[in-house]
């Protein structure tokens, strides 16, 4: 977690500024325009299409959560992440999976921890003493705030939190759909009725991020409730922007040669195309090998970085590969080209 005094966005951002003339801590200020918000993610690294920024800007003027779908790779998580660092606030992370339940992403009781206060009430003569009182004080203390496991979205929720975190749901596609059933309380009242307990409600509203890799349709119900922003690849521009961001070592040749390329694979047939995440990763290794342009042999070497599908790399390999790489050789120079007109 960033530390909110040493963020370096704050300074950036008009609401940061504000708060320093009014010597108050920028902790919690919200950016101050589309611009700003995009400046305040540039500024840490995270490069955002415009489309992003703009429903980003909103879902946090507008307090309601947002819903992101998009290939996997594409940077969905990582926005909650730098928003959490953008806004100084804690990162509440809930990873959907199958079988995930209300005792795994809200609240839980303390089954044995009730159970030796039971037993500590019978050896104590109370509650085993038959009078009705003790009995129904131990049974009311047996259901309070001591006895209760604060999950993920109850968490996200707790009054008691100093600031509203950042509430990440991702990947919600993984989980079983009666699921997002549970998620509807939460994300249209901020709140979540126990019904041994009552009702726990936000002092402040949680910034929720949700995100899907679109392996099925998200509910009606849920997308009601949210912005939604479809995380597309990014452009040939944007991804050199990305690279530059990420990984400054990177020469620019290679750069401009490295993304020409992934995007040339972006436009086949694949059965997984390579994401943002590939980008980098595949960056990363040229580093390592000392690359300074691609060239064939690397390539067909390096593939089993960017393609983890054994058919889409039979598809890749030999003749195609070489198609390819000629093609983003092209497309790199006419990149330099324009950079220099
Ligand atoms: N717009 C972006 N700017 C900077 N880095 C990005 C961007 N999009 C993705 N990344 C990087 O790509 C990687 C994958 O992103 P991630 O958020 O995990 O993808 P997703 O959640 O969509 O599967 C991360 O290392 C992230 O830092
Ligand atoms: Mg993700």
Redesign the pocket.
Known sequence: MSDPVVNPVLGLNGAGRLADQLGRSPVGMLPSSIDDTQASLLAL????ERSLATVVYLALKLQRPVLLE?E????????AKTLAAMLGRPLIRLQCHEGLDLAGAAYEWNYARQMMEIRLAEAGGQGGSGHAADRDALAAELFSARFLIKRALLQAIDPANPVAPVLLIDELDRADEPFEAFLLEVLSDFQITIPEFGTVKAKEPPIVVL?S?RTREIHDAVKRRCLYHW?DF?TVKRELQ?LE??LPQVGRELAREIVAFIQGLRKLDLYKLP???ET?EWSRALLELDAMVLDPELVQQTLGVLLKYQDDIQRVHGSEAARLLEEARVAARSLQDAARA
């Open positions: 690294g995270y490069v955002p998009g996997p790779g594409t940077g969905k998580t990582e926005i995100t890799n995380v990014p990305i961001a990420r994401g943002i995440a980098l």
